[in-house]
């Protein structure tokens, strides 16, 4: 089975690619419009050139090569929601090509071209007899990110987008909502001849188009039939997949040069810019420089990049196994709160380092990392861990057999944890009771 | 100027130039009077572009070469007629009735800017907005006996103009006055970044050099009627007189500008004429019943004009997948030969002077006669200028035994206007114009 993905990703420009008006949601319909995207006779269009910067990081994050000079086309075609019946898009000489895309740190996937085009209006029907058209999305910039065939099942495909969309959101600082943002066309081909659905929306939709498309085809060919080139959509609702038309009827978009936007020189551009290193690289990075797990560098990565960062100078401080360990313990169960004080991680390293040195008991590491990342007084804490402390050990003194239970096994702390939040109404944490447990624990042994 | 506004319906009754003409007075006396092409956008004025599918289409903007007319005190009096799109040479084309020549009634004052001519030599003191993609300003100028410029392409900001070959139009002036056409042709020019293709301009420059020497290509003296050879000829007798120096030269490339003009134009404007559907803007009226497809086709073979539908066929094959490399691609090629020939010539001479038309203005009862093909040939000598997007002036140099205006053409290199006017004013001293009679 050979999957290939067209991604359009929405740019986060705050104005539309050829004209002022904003990208945000609008109140009303045709509220963010102006003669330009609503393609007015005598209007034109004018760069954006921050969606340009935008899909050259997006080709460097995919590893691409990137034209000195790209340009942009026209792709003729009648709909009521192209307000010009012309789409600018990029024909010949995209933004970037012939890329490679590593997927989960061992899958190269090839990427073919990614280049740059407006996005259309938007058409709603009202019941049977009419549409109403809505032209607010009318120039909003897209990527368009083509695979080549490379992905094997649709789980791979929806796992690959996944990874991908993570990827993008950080390259570009896409905002939170932004897999709304992003579309997906699915070309797959169980034998010879490949299908293609188009405009799926969502990851779980990906993976049920791909998954009803296998099926498919496997009953097509197994009863001896043939696939045939066409297009299809995905019904959200009933879970399946629809021709729209036969490849014999596919458009001829007829597409020659935009000649309003002329040529653009991006290559100086492109070396100048330089983009941040996308999660899955850095995850690939952290596990292969530091020697830790992948599962852990991965989690690491998706709680924040700041804990990354934090993670290596926990680890020039000490060394990775003792960063590794309280990264994934301590480190990761403050870090909300420590994101929001905005401190720097030298503080958190420099504590660990004092520990490793010998300076301090990892109880005590632990009480000077939660005042520092929570910002509150360590003598507050001690105070309140004494309290803690006394009932979690009158606890274990009560219940010698759960001292070796928990030793067997750490999961056995949640009986001491139950026992705590009843006792005390929930007035610590489950954190500060194991941080409590552990440290009678070690003082029993 | 009060009365030239008073007397402007009875000579519109006459001539057909305009296809709006503005009403109203205004309370300043305005420092003069001009009009524009009616592809030129216009707050104040229906703007329809010579064609029934864009009725009732009422800009919210200025297109920006009006614009910084009326900021230099000028007032815009109509707008002028034209073929649908600019589609012909003849201004046969437009959908609101014919222009007239000034010198003969039963014959043409050209196109596609037949109205912005013909009002130019019409209206004392007058200057009109033109628009040229292959020739649309110099061949009425020609016709109707007055100058017209068409600057280098990206001189002129296409804010607001109604696109026929995007890269290729051009906005110029029309005016029986030369010396206008040095006052009004740093008015309209300069960057725009509403039109990122006008940013790359140098400076115009006016007290740049004369015109001291011409190249006359042979290959343009071929197919030309007896009456405008004779008085080119003529011509070139002043042109010595005047110090001017003429030499003979081959520009044998000069016969491939016709069809990659053809094949960029159409291609160009069938993309452009796609937006025309019946929604937005200009006429809308169509059955809403039908599904959108019907619905557009139905519109589209209701308001367009025939030569609007035959440029949006040939536009549509020459682009079509599987013959875009033999048509589109090669016509792109062909244009930057054509561009290096001029470079070329323009190493040794200043300009290349033509006659402007093959022949003087035709009776509509020839026009009528002539098949699609044969009125295309009849640009053949304005095309090439246009094609490389070099600046390129028409003036009067004669007339034929009918007393029907001949015109020649000086083209230049790429941002090289201020020779033209130069010599457009000095041609103004050496050669006696003639005007019309406008019996009102």
Redesign the interface.
């Known amino acids: 089975m050979r999957i290939g993905l067209e991604i359009h990703v929405q740019l986060p420009t705050a104005s539309k690619m050829f004209c002022s008006c904003p990208t945000t949601d609008a109140d009303a319909p045709n509220t963010h419009v102006c003669p330009t995207c609503l393609g007015m006779p005598g209007s034109r269009p004018v760069m954006n050139r921050k969606a340009l910067e935008y899909g050259i990081m997006l080709a460097k994050m995919l590893n691409c090569e990137i034209a000195e000079t790209t340009w942009f086309s026209r792709k003729t075609y009648f709909y009521p929601d192209m307000s010009r019946s012309v789409q600018i898009t990029q024909y010949d000489n995209p933004v970037g090509s012939r890329g490679t895309y590593m997927f989960q740190g061992k899958k190269p996937v090839r990427i073919t071209r990614i280049h740059l085009e407006e996005d259309p209006g938007k058409t709603k029907r009202v019941g049977d007899q009419s549409s109403l058209v809505d032209y607010n999305r009318s120039g909003i910039p897209l990527a368009e990110i083509v695979t080549e065939p490379d992905l094997s099942t649709p789980t791979e495909a929806r796992e690959f987008l996944k990874q991908l969309i993570a990827d993008i959101r950080h390259t570009i600082d896409l905002p939170g909502d932004g897999e709304r943002s992003i579309r997906c066309d699915c070309n797959i081909s169980v034998g010879t001849e490949r299908c293609e659905v188009k405009n799926v929306t969502g990851l779980r939709n990906v993976e049920r188009a791909l998954t009803f498309e296998a099926v498919r085809q496997t009953k097509v060919l197994r009863a001896g039939g043939k696939i045939e080139r066409e297009t299809r959509r995905f019904d959200e609702e009933r879970g399946v997949t629809i021709s729209v038309r036969k490849k014999e009827f596919e458009a001829d978009y007829g597409y020659i040069d935009e000649p309003d936007l002329g040529i653009f020189h991006i290559g100086e551009l492109a070396r100048s810019v330089s983009i941040k290193e996308s999660p899955a690289e850095a995850a690939a990075r952290l596990s292969r420089e530091y020697g830790i797990e992948r599962k852990l560098a991965d989690q690491i990565i998706s709680t924040s990049t700041g804990l990354a960062a934090a993670f290596e100078h926990i680890a020039k401080a000490t060394d990775a196994q003792t960063a590794a360990s309280w990264t994934a313990g301590a480190v990761s169960a403050y870090w909300k709160t420590f994101e929001t004080l905005k401190k720097g991680p030298e503080g958190i390293a420099d504590i660990i380092r004092r520990f490793r040195g010998g300076e301090m008991t990892d109880v005590e590491a632990d009480i000077e990392l939660r005042a520092y990342m929570t910002g509150t007084d360590v003598r507050a804490i001690k105070d309140a861990g004494a309290d803690l402390s006394q009932i979690v050990n009158g606890y274990l003194d009560a219940h010698p057999e759960i001292v070796g239970e928990i030793r067997k096994n750490e999961k056995a702390v949640n009986r001491v944890i139950g026992h705590v939040m009843k006792e005390t109404g929930g007035k610590y944490s489950s954190a500060d009771i194991v941080a409590a447990a552990k440290s009678a624990l070690e003082a029993r042994l | 100027m009060k009365d030239v506004l008073a007397s402007l319906p009875a000579l519109n009754e006459r001539y057909s130039m305009f296809s709006c003409i503005a009403s109203g007075a205004d309370t300043e006396e305005p420092k003069f009077l001009f009009s524009a092409k009616d592809n030129?956008?216009s707050k104040d004025m229906e703007?329809k572009?010579g064609s029934r599918i864009?009725e009732g289409?009422r800009?919210?903007?200025d297109?920006a070469a009006v614009e910084k007319m009326r900021q230099y005190g000028g007032r815009l009096i109509g707008k002028n007629n034209m073929d649908g799109f600019g589609f012909g040479t003849f201004s046969t084309n437009s959908a609101f009735g014919v222009p007239k020549n000034p010198f003969d009634l039963e014959r043409s004052c050209g196109g596609s800017s037949g109205g912005s001519a013909c009002a130019a030599a019409v209206i004392e003191d007058h200057v009109s907005l033109g628009v040229s993609t292959g020739g649309s300003i110099c061949c009425p100028a020609s016709f109707c006996g007055v100058y017209g410029i068409a600057p280098t392409y990206g001189r002129v900001s296409?804010?607001?103009?109604?696109?026929y070959?995007?890269?290729l139009d051009k906005i110029g002036l029309l005016s029986s006055d030369p010396a206008a056409l040095a006052e009004f042709l740093p008015v309209i020019s300069g960057k725009d970044?509403?039109?990122?293709?006008s940013c790359?301009q140098p400076p115009l420059d006016l007290k740049g050099k004369r015109i001291g020497s011409v190249a006359v290509p042979e290959e343009a003296l071929k197919g030309i009627s007896k009456d405008v050879l004779s008085a080119f000829e003529s011509s070139l007798d002043i042109l010595r007189s005047m110090g001017v120096e003429v030499k003979r030269v081959s520009m044998p490339s000069l016969k491939y500008a016709m069809p990659a003009y053809y094949i960029l134009a159409t291609?160009?404007a069938?993309?452009?004429l796609?937006?025309y559907?019946g929604?937005?803007?200009?006429r809308q009226d169509g059955d809403?019943?039908l599904g959108?497809?019907d619905y557009?086709t139905s519109f589209r073979s209701e308001y367009f004009g025939d030569e609007a539908k035959r440029r949006i066929l040939l536009g549509?094959y020459t682009?079509?997948?599987g013959f875009?490399d033999r048509y589109?691609a090669k016509a792109?090629k062909v244009r930057l030969h054509v561009i290096s020939s001029y470079k070329k010539v323009f190493e040794d001479h200043d300009a290349v002077l033509t006659p402007t038309m093959p022949f003087a203005a035709p009776k509509f009862e020839d026009i009528s006669k002539m098949t699609p093909v044969e009125s295309y040939s009849a640009d053949f000598l304005t095309v090439p200028a246009n094609l490389a997007g070099i600046p390129h002036l028409s003036v009067p140099c004669g007339y034929d035994e009918d007393g029907m205006p001949i015109g020649m053409q000086l083209a230049a290199a790429h941002w090289a206007e201020g020779p033209l006017l130069t010599f457009a004013e000095e041609w103004g001293s050496a050669f006696d114009v003639r005007r019309p009679e406008v019996p009102l």
């Open positions: 030129l956008t703007t572009c864009l289409y800009p919210a903007f297109a296409r804010y607001g103009l109604i696109d070959g995007n890269s970044p509403r039109d990122p293709t790359a291609s160009e069938s993309t452009n796609a937006r559907v929604m937005r803007y200009g809403l019943s959108f497809d557009f549509t682009r079509m997948a875009r589109y792109l």
